[in-house]
């Protein structure tokens, strides 16, 4: 049987709760309390952006991205802060669908380029970045912690 395609939209505030599961899978269960007024705030952004991918109003697939300024690129870029498909719906182009919809939107927003941050030990994750072109950075990421 042919696999109905997913539908790509922006999320509204109300899809929260459904998005949730998906954030969880993520994030490992560590969801902090300050997660869904973060989740709202991206939303209604202008520089930011929720999507989401469903299939028959079930949400198998969320990115989340954001746009800034960069010093080093002379201009905007944008980053893709999250991105996840439920494991029972990969390798069927929901992830590939989501991020060249936000490339799209990304474009219309002048930026020049991407940004993606993937865990070194994520390899799917790695493969996945390749075929959509993105190329490694030699850099580092460093952080201080205020919390
Ligand atoms: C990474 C992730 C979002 C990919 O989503 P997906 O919908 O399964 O990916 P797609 O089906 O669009 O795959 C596009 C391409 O990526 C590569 N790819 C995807 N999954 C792969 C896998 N398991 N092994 C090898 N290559 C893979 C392939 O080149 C694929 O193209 P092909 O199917 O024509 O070979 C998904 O695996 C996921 O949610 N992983 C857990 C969360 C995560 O790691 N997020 C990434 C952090 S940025």
Not at 47 to 57: K, Q, Y
Not at 81 to 92: F, G, M, N, S, T
Request: proline share 1%; net charge positive.
């Amino acid at each position: 049987m042919k696999k109905q395609l997913a539908t790509i939209r922006m999320a509204q505030t109300s899809d929260y709760s459904n998005c949730l599961p998906l954030f969880r899978t993520l994030y490992h269960g560590d969801i902090g309390p300050d997660f869904k007024q973060t989740f709202e705030n991206f939303v209604n952004s202008e520089d930011g952006v929720i999507m989401l991918a469903e299939r028959s109003s079930k949400v198998i697939g969320v990115l989340v991205g954001s746009y800034h300024l960069d010093i080093d690129w002379e201009g905007r870029i944008a980053k893709i802060d999250a991105l996840i498909v439920e494991e029972a719906y990969r390798k069927e182009g929901i992830g590939k669908k989501l991020v060249q919809r936000f490339i799209t939107m990304a474009r219309r927003k002048q930026c020049k380029a991407i940004k993606s941050r993937i865990n070194r030990k994520n390899v799917v994750a790695q493969k996945f970045h390749k075929s959509l072109g993105f190329t490694e950075a030699d850099t580092y990421e460093y952080f201080l912690d205020f919390e």
